[in-house]
């Protein structure tokens, strides 16, 4: 669902590893020298000022009086339950000035990282935690944050949209049912979005929406354990699957 949201002050909760490589990838600028070598560059002062007069719009403009930035801790839950999760992405050269950038974003910003979590699922637990409910707004280029009920921003097209928990546990089985190959998970071999979208037409809940999942992966000749771990590495967080006392994740389970 897309609409305006209400004038009262939220807080900005940038998921902001996507912020930073977004600015870090934008600023890079190919030099050729001479005997036809060439190099790259990038301004990092620039990409500080970038990312405050950005971060300072945003703030104005979804009318918020604090910003807290969600950050990736260096080890991630998920591959445990899955080693090839992300693999790819090691070989995937990053912008040359995204470290400076993110260790300006942690001196001068508040910021949230959480044991074996990415940034997305601090922005998960923190748009959904107890007492939050519609007084976050968490910035983000992700479509899979459409998986987390609550109040979003997107960067690419600069639209709000407001999720429920209906349609955000809709997103999330049909996360489950397509994979992400950007995320090196493949989800239920032969479904693409077209089909994914009518096996979950009209389900009423989500453990009716789980059931119809499952099946499918049954005809792949794949288990429901196999399902489920499909699930839980295409669920972002939320408040719920966070133990705060052991800090660690609630794997997700139906």
Known sequence: MIRRIDAKKRTLVVDGSLFVYRIATALEEPTRWEDDIWTLHADAKLGKRVIDTTLGNYKTKLNCDKII???????????SLYPEYKSHRKK?????????????????????????????????????????KDKIVVLSGDKDMRTIPGIHHFIHDDSTEVVDEKTANYNFMYQTLVGDLTDGFGGCPTIGGVKASRVLANKKDLPEMWEAVVAEYEKQKLDKKYALTQARLARILRASDWDSKKEKPILWKM
């Open 92 to 132: 995937v050269r990053k912008p040359i000035i995204v470290k400076p950038l993110k260790e300006y974003l942690k001196e001068n910003y508040e910021s949230v990282s959480l044991p074996g979590l990415e940034g997305d699922d601090v922005c998960g637990i923190l748009a959904t935690k107890p007492g939050n």
């Open 69 to 79: 930035i969600a950050e990736d801790h260096k080890d991630n839950f998920r591959h």
